[in-house]
C-alpha cells in the first residue's frame, strides 16, 4: 500500500514538473511569424532566421511563404491586417507601401524601438538617402529597407561585339542596333528587345521610365501633376519597338519572369529587367547566356536623361503584433548591413548601404554590382500616395491597352488622368 | 397555475411546439451565417468606409449607390457579367443535355464516360481559368497551334493565329469557351440524373406506336427533363453572374473583360474601399435574387 502512494506521489510530482517547466519554457520562448513572398528567396531567409535564432535562443521564427508577385503578396496582407489579425508579426512590403501603411495604420512605427533620437538618426543615416525617405511618412519610420533594386539594360555581350557596337545610351539608338544584330543574325526565334506591357506592377515602370526621361513628373506634394505630352511620347516610344518589329507583337502579354526566361533561353537581345535576372543568367539550371550577358544603364529618350525605378523591399512590423519589441530587434539585425552583404552575395539581392556595394567580399561574387550603385542612386520613386494601387493601376492597365492596341494613346491619357485624379482627390 | 403551464408545455409539448423547438438550432445557425453577412453588407453599403485612407467611417446615404450608377467601370462588367450569364448558360446546358445523353446510352463502356464526366466538375475554378489562360496564348497556346497547322495544309483559308488577348472580343470569347468546358458536366450531371427517372415504358409505347427517335426525344424525354432542367439552370446561372475565377485568370487587354464579382473584388480587397465595394456586392445580389425569383415563378407556373 505504501509504495503504491509513494509511486502516485513521485509520478504526479513529476508531472507537475513537467508542467511548470513547459510553462517555464513558454513564457521565455517568444514565436515570431514572418511572412515573405515566394519570389524572395525562402531558402536564402530560412538560413538567415536559423542564424538568428542561434544568437537569441529565446526567439522562435516562423516562416510563412505568400504570392510570388507583388499585387498576390499585397492581396493576403490586406485581407490579414484588415481583419486586425494578429498572426503576422513581422512582413515585408513593397518599397511603393509604405504610406498606405502609415494611413491605415498597419505598421508599428519604429521611432520608439531606437532608444534615443540620436541613435535613430545615426542609424537611418547609413542607409540610401532614397531609401530611408521611401520608409519615413511624416517622421515615422515605417519600414527598415531589407534590399534595394532598379531596373536594368541587360544585354548580350557577345552579339553586340560581334557587330561593333557599344550598349545603347538612347531608345532608338537600341532599336537600330537591334534592327541590324536580328538582320545580320537571319534567326526568327530573336527578339530585338524584351519588356513588360501585361498589366502586371513591373509596367508601371514600363509608363514612367520614357515619362521621367523626358523630365516629367506625377505627383508633387501629393497633388496631380501630368504632363500628356510627354507621357504621349513614351508610349509612342513603345508602339514604335512593336511596330518596327524591334518587340514582339504580343508584348501586353509578356510580365516580368517571361522577360527574364526568353533572355536566358538566348532568344533576346535586349532586355529590361530587374536586378534579380542576373543571377538567373549567370547560374540558372538551363541558361543559354551564361558569361554573353551585360549589364548598363537604361537608355533614354532623344534629348532626355537615363533614368530608372526604384524597387525593393521593407522590413515592418504588424501594428496587431503581440510580440513587437522582439520584433523590432528582429528587423534591425535583417536590415543591417551585415545581412544586406549575406542577401547580396546569396540571392545578387540589391544592398541598401552604399558601403556594401563596395565590399570586397561583394564586387568579387558580383562584379557589376559596384557599376550598380550610381544606377541604384539615380533610380526613381513611384508616385508616393496612400492610393497607390489605384495610381498603379491607372497606369498598367492604360498602358497594358495601348500596347495591346485596344485603344489609342490619347485615349489612354485622358484615363490615366481622371482614374489618377480620383485617387488622389 | 401559468408557470405551471408552461413547464408542461416544455415538458410534455404540442407537435407545433416541438417543431419549432427541433427547428431553433437550425434558425440561429441560418440567421448567423447567412443574415448577418447579408444584413452587414446592406449595412455597409451606406458608409464611407475607406480603410486605406484613414479617415473616419461616416454615414453617407445612397452616395455609394449613386456613385456606381455613374461609374463607366461598373457598367462595363456588368454587361461583362450578362454576356458570360446569356452565352454559357444556354451553351452549358446544351453541351451538358449532350453529354448526359451520351452517358445514358446503353454500351459497354458507359462507366468510363461517366466517370470522366465528373473530371472538368472536379477541377477547381482558378485551375481551369490557367489551363485555358496557357491555351490560348498566342506563343505557346494549342489553340493558335492548331490555328498555324490548318493555315500551313490550306493556305487558301487564310487564317492566322491570332493575340487572343489583345482583343476585349476574342478575350470574352475565350472566356466562355473555357466556361461551357468547365460547367457542362455538372449540367450533365443533374440532367443524368433527371434522365434515369424517366420510365423506360414510355420509351417502348412510343416505339410500338410507330414514334421516330426525334419524335421520342421531342415529345418524352425534353417535357420529363423539364424539372431537372430548371434546378440546374437556377444553380448555372446564379454561378454565371457571380463568375471571378476564370475571367481572373485569362485577363484580356487591361480591364476590358473584368466581371462584376472581380470590379467588387478590386474595390474591397485591392483598394480596400469597403463602403462602396459593399453597394456593389448588393446590386449583384439583387440581380442574384431577381434571377431565381423569376426561375422559381417558372418552376410553380409549370407545376400548376
Known sequence: ?425 | MQKRALIDRIIDPSETTLAWLLLTPAIVFILLIVAYPVLSLIVNSFFDIRLSRGVPVRFVGFENYLAALNDAMFWRAVKNTLIITFVTVPGALVVGLGLAMLANMPFKYRGLIRLSLLLPWALPLAFVGLIFAWFFHSEYGIFNDIIRRIATLMPSLGWEPQIWFNSPSLTMMAICIATVWKTSSFMALILLAGLQTIPASLYEAAEVDGASRWTQFVEITLPLLIPSMLIALIFRTLTAIQSFDIPFSMPGPGEEAQTLAMYIQLNSVDYLDLGYSSALAVFMFMLSMATTFVYLRYVRGGRD
Open chain 1, 1 to 425: 500500500m505504501r509504495t503504491m502512494f509513494r509511486t502516485i506521489f513521485v509520478l504526479s510530482a513529476a508531472i507537475l514538473l513537467a508542467v511548470a517547466e513547459n510553462a517555464f519554457a513558454e513564457q521565455t520562448t517568444t514565436r515570431l511569424k514572418v511572412y515573405i513572398g515566394g519570389q524572395q528567396r525562402p531558402d536564402l531567409m530560412r538560413e538567415l532566421f536559423a542564424s538568428y535564432m542561434a544568437v537569441n535562443p529565446s526567439i522562435k521564427i516562423d516562416l510563412e511563404i505568400g504570392g510570388a508577385t507583388s499585387d498576390l503578396h499585397q492581396k493576403y496582407l490586406n485581407m490579414v491586417l484588415t481583419a486586425k489579425d494578429t498572426t503576422l508579426d513581422v512582413f515585408l512590403i513593397d518599397v511603393v507601401r509604405p504610406a498606405q501603411f502609415a494611413a491605415a495604420g498597419w505598421a508599428e512605427p519604429l521611432n520608439a524601438y531606437f532608444g534615443s533620437s540620436t541613435a535613430l538618426e545615426a542609424a537611418m543615416s547609413h542607409y540610401l538617402p532614397a531609401y530611408r525617405e521611401a520608409n519615413t511618412i511624416d517622421g515615422k519610420i515605417i519600414a527598415l529597407p531589407a534590399f534595394a533594386d532598379s531596373m536594368f539594360l541587360y544585354y548580350r555581350k557577345d552579339l553586340l561585339k560581334k557587330y561593333g557596337f557599344q550598349p545603347p545610351t538612347t531608345w532608338p539608338e537600341l532599336a537600330n542596333m537591334a534592327r541590324t544584330i536580328s538582320a545580320g543574325e537571319h534567326n526568327a526565334t530573336l527578339q530585338g528587345l524584351s519588356f513588360q506591357a501585361k498589366a502586371i506592377e513591373g509596367t508601371v515602370c514600363t509608363f514612367l521610365l520614357p515619362y521621367w526621361s523626358l523630365g516629367g513628373e506625377m505627383l508633387r506634394d501629393g497633388k496631380l501633376t501630368f504632363d500628356a505630352p510627354k507621357a504621349e511620347a513614351g508610349l509612342a516610344m513603345w508602339r514604335d519597338m512593336v511596330n518596327q518589329g524591334v518587340a514582339k507583337k504580343n508584348v501586353a502579354e509578356v510580365g516580368t519572369d517571361d522577360t527574364r526566361k526568353e533572355f536566358q533561353a538566348g532568344r533576346v537581345i535586349f532586355a529590361v529587367n530587374w536586378g534579380y535576372a542576373w543571377n538567373h543568367f549567370e547560374s540558372g539550371a538551363d541558361t543559354q547566356v551564361a558569361n554573353k550577358v551585360g549589364v548598363a544603364k537604361l537608355p533614354a529618350m532623344d534629348g532626355g536623361k537615363s533614368v530608372s525605378c526604384m524597387g525593393g523591399w521593407n522590413w515592418a512590423v504588424s501594428a496587431f503584433s503581440k510580440n513587437k519589441a522582439a520584433s523590432a530587434a528582429l528587423i534591425r539585425w535583417l536590415s543591417s548591413p551585415e545581412t544586406s552583404k549575406q542577401l547580396a552575395i546569396r540571392g545578387s539581392f540589391h544592398p541598401v548601404f552604399a558601403s556594401v556595394y563596395e565590399d570586397q567580399d561583394v564586387t568579387k561574387a558580383i562584379p557589376w554590382f559596384a557599376d550598380a550603385l550610381p544606377v541604384v542612386l539615380t533610380a526613381r520613386p513611384r508616385p508616393v500616395t496612400p492610393m497607390y494601387k489605384m495610381v498603379s493601376d491607372a497606369l498598367r492597365i492604360n498602358t497594358n491597352t495601348v500596347m495591346a492596341g485596344v485603344k489609342k494613346p490619347s485615349e489612354a491619357l485622358a484615363e490615366i488622368e481622371l482614374r489618377v485624379g480620383r485617387a488622389v482627390r
